[in-house]
């Protein structure tokens, strides 16, 4: 009992109960010109289908002023001064099928049921980035259904080897886990009620700690881990109550009394930009789709739904052209609301990275032969926008390199060994025509 308990603890809080990092995340940050704060990675499922997103007539590397953005980037139009759309990298090594799950954020090979073998970029990102109270905060958008039956989910992003970051598809309760000490009535409630739980489990968990043979209490003493870094964090937010007052999202009846998914994919985005405005994570994961073939979209018209979706062809269809179309609104609603809070010299937008990609390449049933990403933001001045770039064989680690360099965290390579790297075209270094 005490080991799903405190597992489930460990899903709340975000991370594995013993964060293990890759050999990015060992190097010590150096300070760079310019001031990146946070990234945030949106990944929607199916693949991303590159004539969704290039320009008509667009084959070779250019700028995008005087260009008109795909049909279903077109809420990206105001801001094409601000972004950079890359296609050409691949990700074969990663054998995504329907979906290369850990393996699309880690660049390693991943598959249904296969244990993350690395730190995925979102996380070896945080701990390069200034540190926040959170690790990574990872949400993720499905059917209604289930959201409600599986309210924490990990599929895309880890902490080290065999150590998944569980996903939160229950706005309810990811604001009561990080709002709910400022909350009133029967969220404040549930809250307290919970908080204090959890600390008599802590208590009781140590005290009959004692005794255990020294193989077994150790593995006894990480499941004891994730009750206290639970219950830090409720200490550390009641800290900054102010804070969470200023930015935390107003809850509606899309919260209780969802009509449709996209309810509380609204809601979920709400309580994710709040966290990000509030400075709880420097580091935010979007997975619309879960990081599976699922998904549904009921709230924008669409009836399909599911794995069926992925058997469609994006390019032109109405279906796909409405869900790149929220997600690009979703991706605007982001940009104005770090916009809104002045940073320094400028806005936290300004400071800001945003991944746009997918949890597969092009398609759903994929080799991995092209994997597109449009970046919105240039996190301090390190990154180019304006830009369309054509990258011809390298592989994805080779950008997840490149946002370590940016970063201020270089390393050489990300999560592919010497062999791997001469077998899938990657060079040492990042993406130099990227880089500002």
């Given at each position: ?175 009561q886990m990080l709002f709910g000490s400022i909350a009133e009535g029967s969220i404040k409630q549930h809250y307290e009620a919970r908080s204090n739980v959890m600390l008599e489990v802590e208590r009781l968990a140590q005290r009959k700690a004692k005794g255990l043979p020294m193989s077994d209490g150790e593995r006894y003493g990480r499941y004891v881990s994730g009750f206290q870094e639970l219950n830090g964090l409720s200490q550390k937010l009641s800290q900054i109550s102010d804070r969470l007052k200023e930015f935390a999202p107003k809850l509606d009846a899309r919260y209780s009394n969802p009509k449709f998914e996209t309810d509380w994919h609204d809601a979920l985005l709400e309580v994710g930009i709040a966290a ?161």
């Open positions: 009992m005490l080991q799903r308990v405190a597992t489930g603890a460990g899903a709340l809080l975000g991370a594995g109960l013993l964060p293990e990092i890759t050999q990015a995340a060992d190097r010590s940050f150096i300070p760079i010109a310019g001031s990146p704060k946070r990234v945030v990675f949106f990944l929607q499922n199916h693949g991303f289908d590159p004539l969704t997103c290039i320009p008509d007539g667009l084959k070779e590397s250019c700028a995008l002023d005087g260009v008109t953005l795909q049909k279903p980037m077109q809420a990206l139009e105001p801001y094409k001064n601000r972004i950079h759309i890359i296609t050409g990298l691949h990700g074969r090594h990663t054998n995504p099928g329907h979906s290369a799950y850990f393996g699309a954020l880690g660049a390693y090979r991943g598959g249904t049921g296969v244990p993350p073998s690395a730190a995925t970029i979102d996380y070896v990102l945080s701990r390069a980035l200034p540190q926040t109270i959170l690790p990574p905060l990872c949400i993720g958008m499905e059917s209604l259904d289930s959201m409600r039956a599986r309210p924490t989910l990990a599929t895309l992003s880890a902490s080290g080897p065999n150590q998944p970051i569980f996903m939160h598809c229950d706005p309810n309760m990811l604001y990000l405005q509030a400075d709880l994570t420097s580091v935010l994961t979007i997975a619309s789709g879960c990081g599976e073939y699922f998904g549904s979209w009921k709230g924008l018209g669409i009836t399909d739904s599911g794995h069926g979706l992925g058997h469609i062809d994006q390019p032109g269809n109405l279906i796909w052209t409405k869900i790149r179309q929220y997600n690009c609104e979703m991706l605007v609603k982001l940009m104005k609301a770090l916009e809104a809070i002045p940073e320094g010299s400028g806005s936290m937008m300004d400071n800001t990275l945003i991944v746009y990609s997918s949890n597969n390449a092009e398609k759903q049933h994929s080799e991995g032969a092209t994997w597109p990403f449009v970046l919105l933001g240039n996190a301090g001045g390190r990154f180019k926008t304006g830009q369309y770039t054509n990258i011809k064989e390298r592989p994805i680690n080779d950008l997840y390199a490149t946002f370590l360099h940016g970063v201020g965290a270089p390393v050489d390579r990300f999560n592919m060994d010497k062999n791997m790297a001469t077998l899938h075209h990657s060079k040492l270094g990042p993406i130099e025509e990227l880089l500002a």
